[in-house]
Nanobody, 119 residues
């Protein structure tokens, strides 16, 4: 089982990035897939979630209207499209997969990808 994030980097304020989270060993549509972010000295913050099955979504207030989470079942990948980026979006972004299947809990994390928003 593996989650591999990519797509981070340095971008100017107002710019866009698309993060990818490629999964192997399980099917993303069967899991609630989340993006978190963390800056040094602060707790990890939930950014967005796409739920299993129908794919309903939820966003943190701080990113609502700017970020979009989606998944591509054919590629078994989840994305985070980030627009109108602000310096306060700077963080390490982590992908998480979580599910309870047949009374067993599964919880997987990626290694993180750095996003830096700066002029």
């Amino acid at each position: 089982v593996q989650l591999v994030e990519s797509g981070g980097g340095l971008v100017q304020p107002g710019g866009s990035l698309r993060l990818s989270c490629a999964a192997s060993g399980f099917t993303v549509s069967n899991y609630a897939m989340r993006w978190y972010r963390q800056v040094p000295g602060k707790e990890r913050e939930l950014v967005a979630v796409i739920f299993s099955g129908g794919g309903g979504t939820h966003y943190a207030d701080s990113v609502k209207g700017r970020f979009t989470i989606s998944r591509d079942s054919t590629k078994n990948t989840v994305y985070l499209q980030m627009n109108s980026l602000k310096p306060q979006d700077t963080a390490v972004y982590y992908c998480n997969a979580r599910a309870t299947l047949m009374n067993r809990e599964y919880d997987y994390w990626g290694q993180g990808t750095q996003v830096t928003v700066s002029s």
